[in-house]
Nanobody, 123 residues
Framework: QVQLVESGGGLVQAGGSLRLSCAAS????????VAWFRQTPGKEREIVAS????????FYADSVKGRSTISRDNAKNTLYLQINTLKPEDTAVYYC????????????????WGQGTQVTVSS
């Protein structure tokens, strides 16, 4: 089992930046891919960014590409997401997730989820 706890969300003005963190406990998450998803009311959860077990493969959704950085520190069992130039449309609950697969973009293959952290971007 892996327990995930997100932090770093909050209210920020458009154009600002946030750094989300996800601390893992229990079984180490270094054995698989990890990712950030986000969800707004009435919409499906969407992937924001993912990083493979080794860190060599990274994916960004088009909506955040060029202004976001995902990183993982396996020694600290922590996942990060830096988002710059925030937009009101980035407002969502952000979830971190861990998979036993070495790399995947399929939400169904992420077995472990955090409780989410709210990010609200004001215009």
């Amino acid at each position: 089992q892996v327990q995930l706890v997100e932090s770093g969300g909050g209210l920020v003005q458009a154009g600002g930046s946030l750094r989300l963190s996800c601390a893992a406990s229990g079984r180490t998450f270094s054995g698989g891919a990890v990712a950030w998803f986000r969800q707004t009311p009435g919409k499906e959860r969407e992937i924001v960014a993912s990083i493979s077990r080794s860190g060599s493969t990274i994916f960004y959704a088009d909506s955040v590409k060029g202004r976001s950085t995902i990183s993982r520190d396996n020694a600290k069992n922590t996942l990060y997401l830096q988002i710059n130039t925030l937009k009101p449309e980035d407002t969502a609950v952000y979830y971190c997730a861990a998979s036993r697969a070495s790399y995947t973009l399929d939400v169904r293959r992420y077995e472990y989820w955090g409780q989410g952290t709210q990010v609200t971007v004001s215009s």
